[in-house]
């Protein structure tokens, strides 16, 4: 019998192989220059709601030049280890990041690679580690350097505090440290971590660290754009805070904060990506500064409350059209729970034809038997937009899920469902088919 590693990985290739035959996954865009938030492919014109720069910065005339004068300044790259030298830009962003999150700040390439520096650095076998079930796959991938270590880590039910405070209760006094690994906000469901609840843990447990991914908070939430985390509690030396640059900032790296300045200095000088890989490129760091500069002014307060008025629109339209997004959290991430395939499908379909691209989510992005449909608004949206896709997307889910008698079952049941995948037909024809028999809907876009 195969193994169960070998059949979840075939489901998972199968999964994304419809995908890609049904034109919503690793997909190629046509176009030679992008304006507003369209994008065409195989001569289709669609509306993007996948996109993560949430402030609409990513072509920004300030940022395009930040990156052209560097290009200018240093060459295309830069082809050292920061732990030998590293471009003057290195120490202008730390400084301006610094002055954004109110901490100690450390630069990497990205945000994986700061989870691979600062996690093995930062963390021994003498030391317990809870990692949310629902964080990034880049800190679970970092976890397993330290399970190599011999830390022990267990995984716990998602933002479940009543269960991480009874498991504190009956181990944290056996470690020296036990580290509470989650996302700031949660990039499939844009819910938030209970951030404040952990801080009270903190002050129950004083061995307890919290280590954060707000690559999505970064950027457009909090004062100069700190994130969710830093916007709710404030840093304390038994709190670090990874984020990235290539969403709301719109640049590319990741930066690791720390209210320990000795933890930071630890870091970076012997966090591995960060000696053994090469340097953030500099046209990235050009135009990371010039966002930084952006964040830093008055301007971003007002490029924030813009994002959180459409945030508050999208929200009180999902309650008006009965459009049942797992979270409400006031975030520009949205995540609608389909469960089965055939309706997924169908309605992921639909969408397309009516000019909507969106992300399709099933396994091993979420959950066996948890996949739907996420959609991401930014700055490049009008609210006219925003408003066509919730009306389209709301009539089509009512459409098929009453026809399709769709159940949502929310238990783990991995392997029954792996059986039935064993059995179930390729489901190629719901991706390809037009989806007949509507009824009267929103009209389609060009």
């Known amino acids: 019998m195969r193994s169960r590693h070998d059949r979840l990985s075939d489901m998972a290739e199968r999964r994304i192989s419809l995908g890609i035959a049904g034109g919503v996954l690793h997909q190629r865009l046509d176009d030679v220059m992008l304006e507003g938030p369209s994008f065409t492919i195989d001569g289709r014109r669609y509306l993007d709601f996948s996109s993560c720069s949430y402030l609409g910065l990513n072509r920004d005339p300030r940022l395009v030049d930040g990156?052209?004068?560097?290009?200018?300044?240093?060459?295309?790259?830069?082809?050292?280890?920061?732990?030998?030298?590293?471009?003057?830009?290195?120490?202008?962003?730390e400084d301006q990041l610094s002055e954004m999150t109110g901490g100690a700040v450390a630069l990497a390439q990205t945000t994986t690679l700061a989870h691979l520096a600062a996690l093995p650095t930062l963390i021994g076998p003498e030391s317990l580690v809870l990692i949310d079930a629902q964080a990034h796959e880049s800190i679970h991938a970092a976890t397993q350097n330290l399970r190599g270590n011999g830390v022990e880590v267990e995984t716990v039910p998602h933002s479940d505090m009543v269960f991480l405070a009874q498991r504190l209760t009956e181990v944290a006094k056996r470690y020296e440290q036990v580290w509470y690994l989650a996302d700031g906000i949660y990039s499939m469901y844009g819910d938030v971590a209970p951030v404040h609840d952990v801080k009270k843990l903190q002050s129950i447990f004083p061995n307890l660290y919290a280590y954060y991914d707000d690559a999505h908070g970064f950027g457009w939430c909090g004062s100069h754009g700190r994130g969710y985390v830093l916007s709710q509690v404030p840093l304390n030396s038994r709190m670090i805070v990874v984020a990235g640059l290539s969403k709301a900032f719109a640049a590319l790296g990741g930066l690791m904060v720390f209210g320990d300045q000795q933890l930071a200095q630890r870091v970076r000088l012997i966090g591995g990506p960060l000696t053994f890989s090469g340097p953030i490129p500099p046209a990235e760091l050009g135009a990371a500064v010039a966002s930084a500069a952006i964040h830093l002014s008055p301007e971003h307060d007002d490029l924030q409350a813009r994002l959180l008025d459409d945030i508050d629109y999208v929200r009180q339209e999902t309650v008006r059209l009965g459009l049942p997004v797992v979270s409400r959290d006031r975030t520009p991430i949205w995540f609608v729970k389909v469960g089965a395939i055939e309706p997924l499908a169908a309605i992921t379909r639909r969408l397309l034809d009516d000019g909507f691209f969106i992300n399709v989510a099933t396994y091993p992005v979420v959950p066996v038997g948890h996949a739907g449909l996420r959609f991401i608004h930014s700055l490049h949206h009008s609210r006219e937009q925003l408003g066509e896709l919730l009306e389209a997307f709301a009539y089509?889910?009512?459409?098929?899920?009453?026809?399709?008698?769709?159940?949502?079952?929310?238990?783990?049941?991995?392997?029954?469902?792996?059986?039935?995948?064993?059995?179930?037909?390729?489901?190629?024809?719901?991706?390809?088919?037009?989806?007949?028999?509507?009824?009267?809907?929103?009209a389609h876009r060009a």
């Not at 769709?406 to 238990?411: A, G, P, S, Y």
């Not at 029954?416 to 028999?437: I, K, W």
């Open 67 to 93: 990156a052209i004068d560097a290009l200018t300044r240093y060459g295309a790259s830069y082809a050292s280890s920061p732990a030998y030298t590293a471009l003057p830009l290195y120490d202008t962003l």
């Open 396 to 442: 089509h889910f009512l459409e098929v899920t009453e026809e399709a008698h769709v159940v949502i079952d929310l238990r783990d049941e991995t392997l029954a469902l792996l059986e039935a995948e064993d059995e179930a037909p390729d489901h190629r024809d719901h991706l390809d088919s037009s989806g007949a028999h509507h009824r009267a809907r929103p």
